[in-house]
């Protein structure tokens, strides 16, 4: 069973920039396909971005193309989350995923999530 822990998260202001981590416990993240989403408080998870297991397409929601960019780097079992001008409707706990369907939003291990605050 693969486990995820989440990382990078923080109190950032409005336009800034964080980069999100999340680091696999094991080599079988690899054969997988990865996924970030988000939960802010009083709505639901929403799907924010995904990249296939060898890293050779992604997909991002369109709230967030062109600011947000996924990406692994499988050598280090690590999905990253790259986060560019940040806006207070970003605020969210941000949670990683994985899975052999992960790319089509049916993940089968997450993270604990990090919490991102985007604030002045």
């Known amino acids: 069973q693969v486990q995820l822990v989440e990382s990078g998260g923080g109190l950032v202001q409005p336009g800034g920039s964080l980069r999100l981590s999340c680091a696999a416990s094991?080599?079988?993240?690899?054969?997988?396909?990865g996924g970030w989403f988000r939960q802010a408080p009083g709505k639901e998870r929403e799907f924010v971005a995904a990249v296939t297991w060898g890293g050779s397409a992604t997909k991002h929601a369109d709230s967030v193309k062109g600011r947000f960019t996924i990406s692994r780097d499988n050598a280090k079992n690590t999905l990253y989350l790259q986060m560019n001008s940040l806006k207070p409707e970003d605020t969210a706990l941000y949670y990683c995923?994985?899975?052999?369907?992960?790319?089509?939003?049916?993940?089968?291990?997450w993270g604990q999530g990090t919490q991102v605050t985007v604030s002045s």
């Open positions: 995923a994985a899975g052999p369907r992960c790319f089509s939003g049916f993940c089968d291990y």
């Open positions: 094991d080599y079988t993240f690899r054969s997988y396909a």
